[in-house]
T-cell receptor, first 112, second 114 residues
């Protein structure tokens, strides 16, 4: 099956920007999502982007999509300690009922 | 509006016992998904329903797993008999079909099979 890949760890200092990267292989991906999971909690939908867009901004979050390279990134501006969590990239395809195919997650650690 | 509700939040059971996990989707959502999260395999889709009908159950591990959705506001995932390798966090999610198919997740059920 197709894979969604993410780096496993990222450490940043409070106040810096964080950039979490994701690559996917299925060119039929229609929507791409970013979820946040805090320890012991469920998955919180942060934002999503439709495949015909190349950028979406929502407050401190900026999503960039390079469809040619199948590369997705999430930028968090002014990262705070409360942003420490695992971030999952997920794709959904029109031919699979929009079920989500997740990456393994990137663990973001924000240090004071 | 209440989010996706799952029960129980934690379940500890012995190998061989039957386990039933429950989910109430967000009102008005017509798709429901069951996912499993483990350290080794990450998040995997088990099954999803659209308008209460199972559409894709190819992720269900084996015949010991079954899922039902008798109406638009309730779904169950049953494991019988349970095995230690079934230990995981099971998430239920729901979505509307349009416009962006955003899925909202419940808090999960942490299952431990000893």
């Amino acid at each position: 099956g197709e894979d969604v890949e993410q780096s496993l760890f990222l450490s940043v200092r409070e106040g810096d920007s964080s950039v979490i990267n994701c690559t996917y292989t299925d060119s039929s991906s229609t929507y791409l999502y970013w979820y946040k999971q805090e320890p012991g909690a469920g998955l919180q939908l942060l934002t999503y982007i439709f495949s015909n867009m190349d950028m979406k901004q929502d407050q401190r979050l900026t999503v960039l999509l390079n469809k040619k390279d199948k590369h997705l990134s999430l930028r968090i501006a002014d990262t705070q300690t409360g942003d420490s969590a695992i971030y999952f990239c997920a794709e959904t395809r029109s031919n699979s009922g929009y079920a989500l195919n997740f990456g393994k997650g990137t663990s973001l650690l924000v240090t004071p | 509006d209440a989010g996706v509700i799952q029960s129980p939040r934690h379940e500890v059971t012995e190998m061989g016992q039957e386990v039933t996990l429950r989910c109430k989707p967000i009102s008005g959502h017509n798709s429901l998904f069951w996912y499993r999260q483990t350290m080794m395999r990450g998040l995997e889709l088990l099954i999803y329903f659209n308008n209460n009908v199972p559409i894709d159950d190819s992720g269900m591990p084996e015949d010991r797993f079954s899922a039902k959705m008798p109406n638009a506001s309730f779904s169950t995932l049953k494991i019988q008999p349970s095995e230690p390798r079934d230990s995981a966090v099971y998430f239920c999610a729901s979505s509307r079909d349009k416009p962006s198919y955003e899925q909202y997740f419940g808090p999960g059920t942490r299952l431990t099979v000893t």
